[in-house]
């Protein structure tokens, strides 16, 4: 680890092609506290890390010289959260109305996953430890 580096990761970005429909989005699936909100931003706190669903229009000077990435070009993260039953995680997604993109799938490493996205086409995957026998 580089010297001063923590450790922990205290926020992480998204840039949203559509602020209302993200915020609905994380409000509706994840239930959490919005900390902070303005017209091309939203901040939510998931436990001790926050979320940050910036406006797709505001991201270039965070990450210049590099160009944003469109959301045409695919996944580029896969966000995960243990769940303790993750069958029963999806039953309640879809109840919601959330399409998964895969899963309920037992893994070879270990794990039972399945995986949706947000309107910018994040993907999150819910994963429950398995015994593997």
């Known amino acids: ?3 001063g580096l923590p450790s922990e990761v205290e926020v992480i970005t998204l840039f949203v092609d559509d602020i209302a429909s993200s915020r609905a989005f994380y409000t509706r699936v994840f239930a959490c ?4 909100e303005d017209k091309v931003s939203s901040v939510l706190r ?3 890390l926050l979320v940050n669903l910036l406006d797709v229009s505001q991201a270039s000077p965070l990450v210049e010289p590099l160009r944003v990435g469109g959301a045409s ?3 580029r993260v896969l966000l995960t959260i243990r769940v303790v039953d993750v069958d029963q995680v999806c039953t309640a997604l879809r109840e919601i ?3 998964l993109l895969n899963g309920p799938i037992d893994r070879p490493w270990g794990r039972r996953t399945a995986s949706f996205a947000d309107p910018s086409g994040h993907v999150w995957e819910i994963a ?3 015994e593997r026998g």
């Open 46 to 48: 998931f436990g001790g």
């Open 1 to 3: 680890m580089a010297i």
């Open 128 to 130: 429950q430890a398995i």
């Open 97 to 99: 109305g959330v399409d």
């Open 33 to 36: 506290e919005t900390i902070w």
């Open 73 to 75: 070009a695919g996944p």
